[in-house]
Each structure stands twice: as C-alpha cells, then as structure tokens.
C-alpha cells in the first residue's frame, strides 16, 4: 500500500488503470436465452434434434431425454420454466448451467441432476430402497414389442461350455425378429443353432419405475443375400468398433415382460 502521497493526491498508477464500469447483466439461465441463440421452433424432430449440434455431454443427455420422453422444446421449457431459446442453446452449444437451471431441467425430465451431469455410471442402477406402494405386474406382448422395436444394446443369454453367460450386444429387430452381429470366434457366435434368451431393460431412479422384455427362440446365421443386405441397411453396429461379418437372428418365439412404477 503507497503511503508516500500527499493528502488528497492522486497516485499516477491508479490514473491510468480504466474507469470501472458496471457489470453487464448476464442472462438468467431459467429464464432467457443468450443473445447468440437463435430461437427455437419448438417442434419435436427425430434424433439427433439437430444435426451438427455438439453441445457436450449435458447438452446430448438433455436431447436424448428429451427425445425419449416425446417432448418438444416448447414442452419441456415451459415445464422448466425456461425460454425455447435458451433451452435450443442447452442442447447445442456447451453450456453450463447454474444450479437452478439444472435442478428445474433435471425435475422436468423426471431425473436428477448427477444423471444429468453423467455422474454415477460407473456402477449398476437401481441403488437406494424402492416406493413404499410400487406396482408390479407383466406388460401386454404388444408394449413388450414395441419396447423391443426400438433397438439399442441388450444382453444375449446362452449356454457355453463354462455354463450360462450373458453377453450385452447392440442389437436391432427385423420383422419382430432380434438382430445382432458378431465375429466368427465370438462367444456370441456360439449362439448359433441354439435355443436363446434376449433380455434388454430400463430403470429409472429418479422415478423407482423400470422395466424388462425378454425375448426368446432360436438363433440361426443369416445368410441369404436379400436379407443380408436389409440388415447391412439398418442403422445399426457394435459400439466396440470393427468388422462383424457374423450376423446371427434370434426368431422371437415368445417375448414377456414385467414392469414396476409408482403410482401418483
């Protein structure tokens, strides 16, 4: 601190700092959107929502929950209570969100703001004790094909000579049939000529409420060209990388499923 200044001078070294000026108000996340977004037309699109979009990891959470809720933005802002602008920016550019903001988007999509942020996955859902009076019981074959339909990653269930496994393995369905490809020296490929289960689910812990369709019958390679090349069409593949020349088709014989929610 200068202590060698006359009362009442100036020091020259703060005359040349600038005048401060007062700070420029930030837009309220909740509420409006930053001047660069551009507004939202609010219309549910399929997925991805916006092509080219590269938000980051909250901004492809928020999209895909959107999306899986079938919600548009006008929808899911007005249950945030934020603007259609301001959420298109959350989901397109990486955006960081103040507490509040995360708290309303994360009960608006009936989940939590550690899911939201990707904390937690490394380990298995469905910690914590369940509803006092949840309701359990089995779904109807259609919304077990329905749920089926959408494709995604599941676990094959066989028996190998070590005994039962269960493999998970992206997968898509062709004429209600469970589709999925592997490599030749695979233990998925011991699948082949056999009877075997296919079981994917869903549990959310925001909610306690889950679900689980399982799929069985037999798995035969496919080979016929026509059909070979309605597989290679489907928008489908190993996240793992690499080429699966094996494509095996579990026939769907008997599909079942269960589900557990929370009454409201």
């Given at each position: 601190?200068r202590t060698?200044?006359a009362?009442?001078?100036?020091?020259?070294?703060?005359?040349?700092l600038?005048?401060?000026?007062?700070?420029?108000?930030?837009?309220?996340?909740?509420?409006?959107p930053?001047?660069?977004?551009p507004?939202?037309a609010?219309?549910a699109g399929?997925?991805?929502p916006?092509p080219?979009?590269?938000?980051?990891?909250l901004?492809?959470?928020?999209?895909?929950?959107r999306?899986?809720?079938?919600?548009?933005?006008?929808?899911l802002?007005?249950?945030?209570h934020?603007?259609?602008?301001y959420?298109q920016?959350?989901?397109?550019?990486p955006a960081r969100?103040?507490?509040r903001?995360?708290i309303?988007?994360a009960s608006?999509?009936?989940?939590?703001?550690?899911?939201?942020l990707?904390?937690?996955h490394d380990?298995?859902?469905g910690?914590?004790?369940g509803?006092?009076?949840?309701i359990?019981?089995?779904?109807?074959?259609?919304?077990?094909?329905?749920?089926?339909?959408?494709?995604?990653?599941?676990?094959l269930?066989?028996?190998?000579?070590?005994?039962?496994v269960?493999?998970p393995?992206?997968?898509?369905?062709l004429?209600?049939?469970?589709i999925?490809?592997?490599?030749?020296?695979?233990t998925?490929?011991?699948?082949?000529?056999?009877?075997a289960?296919?079981?994917?689910d869903?549990?959310?812990e925001?909610?306690?409420?889950?679900?689980s369709?399982l799929?069985t019958g037999?798995?035969r390679r496919?080979?016929?060209?026509?059909?070979?090349a309605?597989?290679?069409?489907?928008?489908?593949g190993?996240?793992?990388?690499?080429?699966?020349?094996?494509?095996?088709?579990?026939?769907?014989?008997?599909i079942?499923?269960?589900?557990?929610?929370?009454?409201?």
């Amino acid at each position: 601190m200068r202590t060698d200044l006359a009362p009442g001078s100036a020091d020259p070294a703060a005359a040349q700092l600038p005048t401060a000026e007062p700070p420029r108000a930030q837009p309220r996340p909740a509420e409006s959107p930053p001047a660069e977004s551009p507004p939202a037309a609010g219309a549910a699109g399929a997925w991805p929502p916006e092509p080219g979009g590269d938000g980051g990891d909250l901004s492809r959470r928020v999209a895909f929950r959107r999306h899986g809720l079938g919600l548009s933005r006008a929808e899911l802002a007005a249950r945030a209570h934020m603007s259609p602008g301001y959420l298109q920016y959350v989901e397109e550019q990486p955006a960081r969100l103040t507490p509040r903001a995360l708290i309303q988007l994360a009960s608006a999509l009936g989940t939590t703001v550690a899911e939201l942020l990707g904390e937690g996955h490394d380990r298995a859902p469905g910690h914590g004790r369940g509803a006092d009076h949840p309701i359990f019981g089995p779904m109807d074959h259609d919304e077990c094909v329905r749920l089926l339909a959408r494709g995604g990653v599941g676990r094959l269930v066989l028996v190998t000579e070590r005994g039962p496994v269960a493999l998970p393995v992206n997968f898509a369905v062709l004429d209600g049939d469970v589709i999925f490809c592997t490599t030749h020296r695979s233990t998925l490929a011991s699948a082949e000529g056999t009877q075997a289960g296919f079981e994917i689910d869903h549990v959310d812990e925001a909610l306690l409420e889950g679900w689980s369709v399982l799929a069985t019958g037999p798995v035969r390679r496919i080979s016929d060209l026509d059909e070979l090349a309605r597989v290679q069409a489907m928008p489908f593949g190993p996240w793992t990388g690499g080429r699966r020349d094996l494509c095996l088709r579990l026939a769907a014989s008997e599909i079942t499923g269960r589900r557990i929610r929370v009454p409201r």
